[in-house]
């Protein structure tokens, strides 16, 4: 196939592109490097599979050639950036993402667009289930990047149903591993990058909030998966392995040596309690489960942010 990855210079993007070419894709990356880095795809820039288009599809998109799908990954996902940048989020999310539907509408190609675990909100149901409608805040301080996630969703269904559009759904549940940008301000680039500079890990809140982290291989193989299939979804990809702040910052300080120790500050607002994901569907539909358990994928993740941090 030749696929378009739209977001395709970020953190999964990335590896997506990686996998989609070591298969035997060709890849047509589209990013304008507000959160993407060119340096994520540098590698493969000398590969004849592989093309690079610095653009920004809020503004359009445009592509030659025959594609097969049109892969939508291109947004700020940590909070950080969102937060820096809430109108060009919102922005990716509805504008940005129509231009690829209708650039998947014209080329009558499959249309992948990669959600969030955060359309559940701070979830009253646990574990989160596909039919969960979510517990979310539309004006809180974390809104623009729920709210764009859930207009996509909307939007790609509309054409779905409206357009007769293939889509692929997928929600995202905390993905972790090399690539990550050391002060994107989630919580393993922050335990990890604390932990390496010898620095106390901070917890916010009292640290009994839960998350299930997914290793990016694992989660770039429930992608293919998905891609590959002919369920529209949404379907849940993450690992159902639950952790707690505290868990998480104990095995981070194990791993990395450090012996500073926790603070604790305030919880910011609309943190969801817990997450979760039920991955059934994925299971059965796609014959999909991860295999990199929390350990192992800190031990791989860990040496790319000590570099990353040396640089």
């Known amino acids: 196939m030749r696929v378009v990855v739209a ?19 060709d890849v047509v990356c589209v990013d304008n490097y507000v959160t993407g880095s060119r340096v994520n795809v540098e590698h493969l820039l000398a590969d004849a599979a592989f093309e690079l288009i610095e653009a920004d599809i809020c503004t359009g998109v445009e592509v030659d050639g025959p594609i097969d799908a049109v892969m939508n990954l291109a947004s700020p996902a940590s909070p950080k950036d969102y937060v820096r940048l809430p109108i060009e989020t919102l922005d990716v999310g509805s504008i940005g993402t129509r231009h690829l539907l209708e650039l998947a509408r014209a080329r009558e190609v499959p249309f992948f667009m990669a959600s969030t675990s955060e359309v559940y909100g701070d979830p009253s149901v646990h574990p989160q289930t596909e039919e969960y409608w979510g517990n979310v805040n539309p004006i809180g301080e974390r809104s623009m990047y729920d709210e764009a996630k859930r207009f996509s969703e909307a939007l790609t269904f509309a054409y779905h149903r409206h357009h007769g559009v293939p889509i692929r759904v997928v929600r995202i549940f905390n993905t972790y591993g090399p690539r990550m940008q050391p002060n994107d301000g989630r919580v393993v680039s922050n335990f990890i990058t604390q932990a390496l500079r010898g620095e106390s890990l901070t917890i916010y809140g009292d640290g009994s909030q839960t998350r299930s982290f997914c290793y990016v291989d694992d989660e770039i193989r429930g992608f293919l998966a998905l891609l590959d299939s002919d369920q529209s979804g949404p379907i849940n990809i993450g690992n159902p392995g ?15 040596g ?42 791989r993740t860990i040496p790319f942010f000590a570099a990353a941090m040396q640089r």
């Open 7 to 25: 977001g395709g210079a970020g953190f999964l993007g990335s590896h997506l592109c990686d996998a989609l070419i070591q298969r035997g894709d």
């Open 258 to 299: 450090n012996d500073a120790g926790i603070v604790f500050e305030p919880l910011p607002s609309d943190d969801p309690k817990q997450r979760k994901p039920d991955i059934t569907l994925a299971e059965e539909l796609l014959g999909w489960t991860p295999v990199i358990d929390l350990r192992t994928g800190l031990e």
């Open 242 to 256: 639950e952790f707690t702040m505290l868990e998480l910052a104990d095995l981070v300080n194990e791993l990395t």
